[in-house]
């Protein structure tokens, strides 16, 4: 059987919190969100920003062969911001939601469409309040004082890249770059 991708945190860098279960590999038992999204070798995804559509989301995410992965819908009313992340068949994933009142831009994300406490996965938030390029400091739900982050992620909207870090460390566990821009225009 193939293991996932072992992040392992160097010495001194892993969060203040006791990680969550590890498997015989040493990778999270399940994955994050869910063992179906792990793989033992980099997957390439496309992801293309759908413009003024009405019914299917702004966002969809595909394979390289153009095969439906998931896609975010943005609900059009309610108080507070939120998206949802659907798999290639239409169910809730994750869903992410805006803390409000937050003076680092804090959102949590919680498991398939519920916004309930238990089933918060991890929060992410501005590592600093002024910022030219983006940084976001994430930290998975048993990680209740937040004192080290279990992943950082930098990137710049510019460049549309980015880069997740393993704790404070510099060990690469993901990372976004933009081959090229796809846009849908049709209203559907």
Not at 22 to 31: A, K, M, R, S
């Given at each position: 059987?193939?293991?996932?991708y072992?992040?392992a945190?160097?010495?001194?860098?892993?969060?203040?919190?006791?990680p969550p279960p590890?498997?015989?590999?040493?990778?999270?038992?399940?994955?994050i969100v869910?063992?179906r999204?792990?793989?033992?070798?980099?997957?390439?995804l496309?992801?293309?920003?759908?413009?003024?559509t009405?019914t299917?989301g702004?966002?969809?995410?595909t394979?390289?062969?153009?095969?439906?992965m998931?896609k975010?819908k943005?609900?059009?009313?309610?108080?507070?911001?939120?998206?949802?992340?659907?798999?290639?068949s239409?169910?809730?994933?994750?869903?992410?939601?805006?803390?409000?009142?937050?003076?680092?831009d804090?959102?949590q994300?919680?498991r398939?469409?519920?916004?309930?406490?238990?089933?918060l996965l991890?929060?992410?938030?501005r590592?600093?309040?002024?910022?030219?390029?983006t940084?976001l400091?994430?930290?998975?739900s048993?990680n209740?004082?937040?004192?080290r982050?279990?992943?950082?992620?930098?990137?710049?909207?510019?460049e549309r890249?980015?880069v997740?870090?393993a704790?404070?460390s510099?060990?690469?566990?993901a990372?976004?770059n933009?081959?090229s821009?796809?846009?849908?225009?049709p209203?559907v």
């Open positions: 059987m193939e293991q996932p072992v992040y945190y160097p010495p001194g860098t892993a969060p203040s919190a006791p590890l498997g015989p590999g040493g990778g999270i038992v399940g994955g869910d063992q999204f792990c793989a033992p070798y980099p997957v390439d496309a992801i293309v920003r759908k413009m003024m009405l299917d702004n966002f969809v995410i394979d390289v062969n153009g095969n439906l998931f975010v943005e609900p059009v009313f309610g108080l507070h911001d939120k998206r949802i992340l659907l798999d290639g239409g169910s809730p994933v994750l869903t992410l939601r805006e803390k409000m009142m937050s003076l680092h804090r959102w994300v919680f398939g469409g519920s916004t309930e406490q238990r089933d991890y929060t992410v938030k590592s600093s309040m002024l910022q030219f390029k940084k400091d994430v930290f998975l048993h209740k004082e937040e004192k982050c279990d992943f950082r992620v930098k990137g710049s909207w510019l890249s980015c997740v870090y704790g404070e510099d060990a690469i566990v990372q976004v933009s081959l821009l796809s846009l849908s225009l209203l």
